[in-house]
């Protein structure tokens, strides 16, 4: 026993050691760039402060591409496309609400889309997780007839805030820093997740300084105080 707590020790020093240095490549979605990185990125580097960072937002689909491809060691975004290639740990969930500039009291979806509404893009993860959800949940409802879509959460912010219209996004993308003057309350009729993975390529084993990052994320994640309608995977 004395020999194998020695020698766990002198892996710990190793692993350590290759950690000073290194870089770490990461592809994520636009609300966990904007929300949960930076405070767990900024952690990681007061003790690490040799580690690089390279960190690109990316739509759902370009994180698996960059996953794929080995531009990235690893991304953390949706399930876009469930690649076979790829790996995919479930991090946090998160529920779908409606932004506004004033408080919302109704919290059905059938009623809030009869309004004035605006959207991300198709090409966005939030969009088209919410098609799959509605098919899935709600078959009558129908994104069909848009009036009025943006490509980025910040420019579906700001036209919420000139007072266009009302937009249906989920927690974790209302909690940064471009919606914090609108209102966000929770949909339950029906209540609707979407889960935030940690994506990796099938077979490929990371860095030192990767791995060390995730670990510290994901302690992270646990410790962060995350608004109403974020829950951290198990």
Not at 210 to 215: E, P
Not at 225 to 232: D, F, K, N, P, S
Request: charged letters at 20%.
């Amino acid at each position: 026993q004395l020999l194998n707590d020695f020698q766990t020790a002198i892996d710990d020093v190793s692993a350590q050691a290759q950690v000073k240095q290194g870089e770490v490549k990461l592809a994520s979605s636009p609300s966990m760039l904007s929300s949960v990185l930076p405070r767990i990125v900024r952690n990681f580097r007061d003790t690490n402060p040799n580690i690089r960072f390279s960190m690109r937002e990316e739509s759902a689909g370009n994180i698996e591409k960059s996953v794929m491809q080995g531009d990235v060691d690893f991304g953390l975004g949706g399930n876009h496309s469930d690649q076979a290639d790829l790996t995919y740990s479930p991090l946090l969930t998160d529920q779908y609400g409606i932004v506004s500039m004033e408080a919302e009291s109704n919290s059905d979806w059938s009623d809030l889309l009869a309004q004035k509404m605006i959207w991300l893009s198709s090409d966005t993860g939030i969009r088209s997780e919410l098609e799959k959800l509605f098919a899935e949940h709600r078959p009558s409802l129908s994104l069909d007839e848009i009036e009025l879509e943006v490509s980025s959460p910040s420019a579906l912010a700001a036209m919420v805030s000139s007072g266009l219209g009302r937009s249906i996004i989920p927690a974790l993308a209302a909690s940064t820093p471009a919606f914090a003057q609108l209102n966000f309350t929770l949909l339950d009729k029906p209540k609707l997740m979407r889960t935030i993975y940690l994506i990796k390529r099938r077979g490929r084993t990371l860095s030192p300084a990767s791995q060390r990052f995730i670990k510290i994320l994901r302690s992270g994640l646990a410790t962060t105080g995350l608004m109403q309608g974020i829950e951290v995977c198990e």
